[in-house]
């Protein structure tokens, strides 16, 4: 499908000229004026390129492109103005965050070679958020499969946070919500350098012993060890590692992103743990609004409207050669000999399919097993749009 780009200017002879000139070469669309520009970029956005002329009534170049920013940052944004001064290109520069300032009258050949310069910047830009919300979060889902196998019941835990707050950050309307499911996805990372005894002894809520408390207290920072090694990962590895702390709020918006998704993780976490240990759902979320008065009214919203059960439908055996990925297991699956194998709540895949069947062949566990189907499919990533 090929690329969109808006041309804004208050003349429509200009508007007019270039329609003419570039005619075939790409898909144009136009605009006269700011608001008409802001209002199509609203219904048929996003735009590969906007290029808005400077000087227009009642909303400036700058003003454009700074709004166009903020609804669609992966525009390329270019100013196009007959006022070729220092002031007017640094305000645009600093402001709209643009990519080329052009003087007019722009030639056909300028522009064509502009907009392919354009083109090809976002390209770039949306092939990299592509890899990175698409390849990677792929990689990270083998990952963490790999991982339920090693310890399921830590690993069943984070896949139910990662449902709940792919619910929550839905609800919330939140951007870039495949990085709040990766972090509740890889939460329980640092889990692995634990016995699966000692995860065991956690869910049901048993006491540990001191040294093992001060183990499971340190798998958060474990985690973040591991992950901040991986480019991009950062601000996940920084979410985990304070999933179990109550975060200030700050100015800046990039820390503003993380703390607010540390804080998700942590709210999210306690609430399933409430649920797995049998407090209903409405007050298990009711509890949480009032010990964490200051936190986000708009999560807590979300989070009364949130049914774990809501995914499931009636609870069924099924034998293992019949099993399908999305099924929920609702009943944990232990050998024969006690070893855990899958977690209660824990989502068949592949792996998990495999690995029923291996043990199934050495006749080390039954032939069925009680599972759910969910009445929707959840994505691991959305992505943003």
């Known amino acids: 499908m090929a690329e969109k780009i808006l041309l804004v200017d208050d003349d429509s002879n200009v508007l007019d000229g270039y329609r003419r000139s570039l005619r075939g070469e790409f898909l144009l669309e136009t605009a006269l004026g700011g608001q008409q520009a802001l209002s199509l970029a609203a219904a048929n956005g996003p735009y590969a390129v906007v290029i808005s002329d400077m000087r227009m009534p009642g909303m400036d170049g700058i003003q454009v492109l700074s709004r166009i920013k903020a609804l669609s940052p992966d525009t390329i944004r270019v100013m196009l103005t007959g006022n070729a001064d220092t002031e007017t290109a640094v305000n645009a520069i600093n402001e709209g965050s643009i990519f080329r300032f052009l003087n007019k009258p722009c030639s056909k050949e300028v522009m064509a070679k502009t907009i392919t310069a354009a083109l090809m910047q976002y390209r770039l830009v949306t092939a990299e958020k592509q890899l990175l919300e698409q390849t990677l979060s792929s990689t990270l889902q083998v990952l963490t499969e790999?991982?339920?196998l090693v310890n399921p019941a830590a690993f069943s835990r984070a896949e139910r946070a990662r449902r709940y707050?792919?619910?929550v950050v839905t609800e919330m309307?939140?951007?870039n919500p495949w990085?709040?499911?990766v972090a509740a996805m890889l939460s329980q990372l640092g889990c692995v350098t634990l016995a699966p005894e000692t995860i065991d002894a956690v869910y049901r809520g048993e006491p540990l012993p001191p040294n093992e408390e001060a183990q499971y207290e340190a798998h958060p920072s474990v985690a973040y060890a591991l992950l901040s090694k991986i480019p991009r990962l950062e601000p996940i590895a920084w979410m985990i590692e304070h999933q179990n702390?109550?975060?200030e709020k700050g100015a800046d918006s990039e820390m503003g992103d993380m703390r607010l998704g540390a804080g998700i993780l942590r709210l999210i976490l306690a609430y399933e743990k409430s649920i797995h240990q049998g407090v209903a759902r409405n007050e298990a979320a009711h509890m949480l609004a009032r010990q964490n008065r200051n936190f986000s009214p708009e999560f807590f919203q979300a989070l009364v409207t949130l049914d774990p059960n809501a995914e499931e439908s009636e609870h069924r055996k099924c034998r293992i050669e019949d099993l399908?990925?999305?099924?929920i297991i609702h009943q944990e699956v232990r050998s024969y000999q006690g070893t855990l194998l899958v977690s209660k709540g824990q989502e068949v895949t592949s792996a998990v399919i495999f690995k029923?069947?291996?043990f199934q062949a050495r006749r080390a566990i039954g032939s069925?097993?009680?599972v759910s189907v969910p009445t929707t499919s959840l994505a691991f990533v959305k992505g943003a749009s």
Do not use: R
Request: hydrophobic letters at 30%.
């Open 146 to 148: 790999v991982l339920s």
């Open 165 to 167: 707050i792919h619910h």
């Open 173 to 175: 309307k939140l951007g």
């Open 179 to 181: 990085q709040y499911e």
């Open 245 to 247: 702390q109550p975060v």
């Open 324 to 327: 399908s990925t999305g099924m």
């Open 356 to 358: 029923l069947k291996n």
């Open 368 to 370: 069925e097993v009680t």
